[in-house]
């Protein structure tokens, strides 16, 4: 397909990195469209691991071209760090292998401030963000009074830009928070130093994507986070700041909707949650704690123990029908050895109302509770299988029947973190 959107399924940390990084090696470009540093993709080649976070996936291949497209909350101080960290370890960064949109917004110190200092004033109704500033700097873009890449290139409107931003934002930080103010001069410095070494790989990354399209190229989409962490469909207000699946595209990236050719979501073989709001399936007892500990189950971007349950059929069903998936990819299969029944959510209750369909409402959401249907386990550790016959009986059974009940085909398993820890079950 010359066009493919791979999204999250679930609540993120679906191991979408991992899949991507397989997948770049058939396409040209891969681009990031939404989200930012809130991300944490990670990747093991050759049992090194790399974290990724705002450069996409493709950069671990040489030949790859990488689009932090108009859409991304850029943090340009880690996007520097990133690039450099890379570079340390040898792999290229550089204009020809990384493009940046002169549109993408930016998050400074004060997004960063302000996002701690709300999540701590909501309290109880804290949202549990990544604390990396991505919510601010979005209500900066809708509000109008972001900055964007561009900005960081012109020292003159850079000034009068951030200048008019940060009278704002000091005053909310001394009057509201009631915390210091930040230093205009210190921040416009640092940003303009970063913007001449970014300078080389800004453009108009629109353009380039809709020129490579017609040239026949192939594009591949990564997002970020999960679909039931989108802002207009996830589990509001629990959710990030932006459209986190293949609806993001068109607008976070430049590129016509119509020549989006196709859609594969990615989903673990059980369910994680990072940060605060409903999680049906969640297993608070030692099974979570089993499952988190196989699993290593901690945030691949700010560390916390995420929250761990069981396969969501409900959540994944709509995840891809929102998406328009056909097909998706089950990770971390492996880390059910050991179970000896595994239970799935097949459906939600609502007092006496049974559900077989995702309810939009979060109200509803809140009240539900799984139905679960189990699957005897297996207790064997299957990460050298390669082939879906090498897999224990109650594994495939498993794989079989959960892909029976999404109603989608499972074109890939992922058995462990290593590139050639899958099994390809039909072409993708
Ligand atoms: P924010 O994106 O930092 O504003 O966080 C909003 C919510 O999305 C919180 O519950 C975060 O834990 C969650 N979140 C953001 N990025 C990721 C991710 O990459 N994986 C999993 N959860 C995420």
Redesign the pocket.
Known sequence: MPSLSVFGAQ???EGKGKIIDLLARDVDLVVRYQ?GA???HTVVVGGEKYVLHLVPSGVLHPDKINVIANGVAVDPAGLLAEIDGLRARGVEVSERNLRLSSNAHLIFEHHRRI?HLSEKWLGAGR??????G??PAYADKAARVGLRVADLLDAERCRARLGAAMVEKNAVLERVYEVAPLGLEAELERALAIGERLRPCVGDTGAELRAAYRDGRRILFEG???AM?DIDHGTYP????SNTGTAGIPAGAGFPPSWIDDAIGIAKAYCT?????PFPSEERGARGQAIRDAGDEY?A?TGRPRRCGWFDAVAVRYALALNGARRWVMTNLDVLSGFEEIPVATAYRVGERALAEYPAELTTLDGCRPVFESRPGWSEAIGAARRFEELPANARAYVEWVEERVGAEIVMLSVGPEREQVILRSEL
């Open positions: 609540w993120g940390d989200g809130n991300a944490g996002d949202i549990g963000t990544t604390g990396r991505i919510g970020a986070q999960g962490l629990y959710v990030t700041s949650r990072v940060g605060e709001g945030g971007t």
